[in-house]
């Protein structure tokens, strides 16, 4: 529960940090990337972790990957192709929506990664737990 918290405040630090630092960039493939994909990759991961800390509250938290790929890419419908239909002032970018599903990726590394460990300190602790 607690690392959600953590990986929404650092998500949301670097949407502001690249919201002002993207146009320092000098290398014209990173800024293009900075520009149009890096916000919404971090958004996938600030959505599934904010999504988790509603859920742990109810029905327990998403940890497996084709259910967070799903959930993103449901939701990158809507906000790419719905969204648009009420909102004169954005486009449809069907890559987005495979940004947003890369912050799932990501996000589900940083979950599965500190589950393996929390796993290996328990298994050495106490041994294999049958």
Do not use: Q
Not at 20 to 30: D, F
Not at 34 to 55: E, H, K, Q, R, W
Not at 91 to 117: E, H, L, R, T, V
């Amino acid at each position: 529960m607690k690392k959600n918290y953590g990986i929404m405040l650092i998500t949301l630090t670097t949407v502001l940090l690249n919201k002002y630092l993207k146009s320092y960039i000098s290398i014209p493939w990173l800024k293009w990337f900075m520009t149009c994909y890096f916000n919404d990759l971090v958004g996938g991961i600030t959505f599934i972790a904010y999504c988790n800390s509603v859920f742990y509250y109810y029905r327990g938290m998403l940890y497996k990957l084709w259910r967070i790929e799903l959930l993103l890419f449901l939701c990158g419908i809507f906000w790419e192709y719905i969204t648009p239909l009420f909102r004169t002032d954005t486009i449809s970018d069907p890559y987005d929506i495979m940004a947003y599903m890369c912050g799932g990726f990501i996000y589900w590394i940083i979950m599965f990664g500190y589950k393996k460990n929390k796993n290996k300190r328990i298994h050495g602790m106490v041994g294999e737990i049958r």
